[in-house]
């Protein structure tokens, strides 16, 4: 049974950085590909980052290209997201996802796409 976990939210300041991990037992997952998305109160979910091809092509949204990076670490089956210069609009609940099928870049950021999902970890962005 594959399981997903996620730590490392909390509440910081805009500017601020944040790192956020997804731990996944159940099954070795270097060759699935992986996500981040996010869902603001009153909003849908929405894609933040994906990485694929074990590691070595990733996607990022536009709204955080440039300040966030994922990161995945194959043989601790984990995937990270680095969160800098953090914005109140950053606050949400993110979420890891996971399927073992290889996406493309058309289909990385459907939500649909993904079998296994974390519980989610809260990050709040405010001074």
């Known amino acids: 049974q594959v399981q997903l976990a996620e730590s490392g939210g909390g509440l910081v300041r805009p500017g601020n950085s944040l790192t956020l991990s997804c731990a996944v037992s159940?099954?070795?997952?270097?060759?699935?590909?992986m996500a981040w998305f996010r869902q603001a109160p009153g909003k849908e979910r929405e894609f933040v980052a994906g990485?694929?091809?074990?590691?070595?092509?990733?996607h990022h949204a536009d709204s955080v290209k440039g300040r966030f990076t994922i990161f995945r670490d194959n043989p601790k089956n984990m995937v990270t997201l680095q969160m800098n210069s953090l914005k109140p609009e950053d606050t949400a609940v993110y979420y890891c996802?996971?399927?073992?099928?290889?996406?493309?870049?058309?289909?990385?950021?459907?939500?649909?796409?993904?079998?296994?999902w974390g519980q989610g970890t809260q990050v709040t962005v405010s001074s």
């Open positions: 996802a996971a399927t073992a099928r290889g996406l493309i870049a058309s289909t990385i950021r459907q939500m649909n796409e993904y079998e296994y």
């Open positions: 159940g099954r070795t997952v270097s060759r699935w590909t």
């Open positions: 990485t694929r091809m074990s590691g070595s092509l990733t």
